[in-house]
């Protein structure tokens, strides 16, 4: 009986130094493997406000991302939901912008020039 009790105790030592080893090489990997974010994070486009357009005329973003206009022409603008209903700027100044997060897709208009009209879609 006395060679059995030496067996067990000769192992369950390397199986507590095996234990402690996995432990460390487990820790030590997870902390080195980086975390993806739950959500990616929002980035701002620029539509252009130039020669009484939007440029560009479509633009496409993910919802959550910002939109922002600059008025790079000469006159005043102001941007507003083709409604009118849901958001809308103040006027622009030449060198002003605006800026809207959006989080669905949007038809909109320049208020005081209503023939410029653009779109962004929310894929």
Not at 25 to 41: E, T
Not at 51 to 61: N, Y
Request: contains cysteine; positive net charge; glycine residues 4%.
């Amino acid at each position: 009986m006395e060679k059995f009790s030496r067996v067990v105790r000769a192992n369950s030592g390397y199986s507590g130094f095996a234990l402690a080893l996995f432990l460390f090489f487990l820790g030590s990997c997870s902390q080195s493997m980086p975390v993806p974010d739950a959500q990616p994070q929002p980035i701002t486009h620029v539509i252009e406000i130039k020669k009484f357009q939007f440029k560009p005329q479509i633009l496409a973003v993910p919802a959550g991302d910002f939109v922002r206009w600059e008025n790079r022409d000469i006159v005043p603008h102001q941007i507003a939901e083709e409604t009118l209903k849901k958001w809308k700027s103040r006027d622009l100044l030449p060198g002003d912008s605006f800026t809207l997060q959006v989080k669905e897709s949007t038809a909109y208009i320049c208020k005081l020039h209503p023939t410029m009209q653009a779109k962004i879609v929310v894929r």
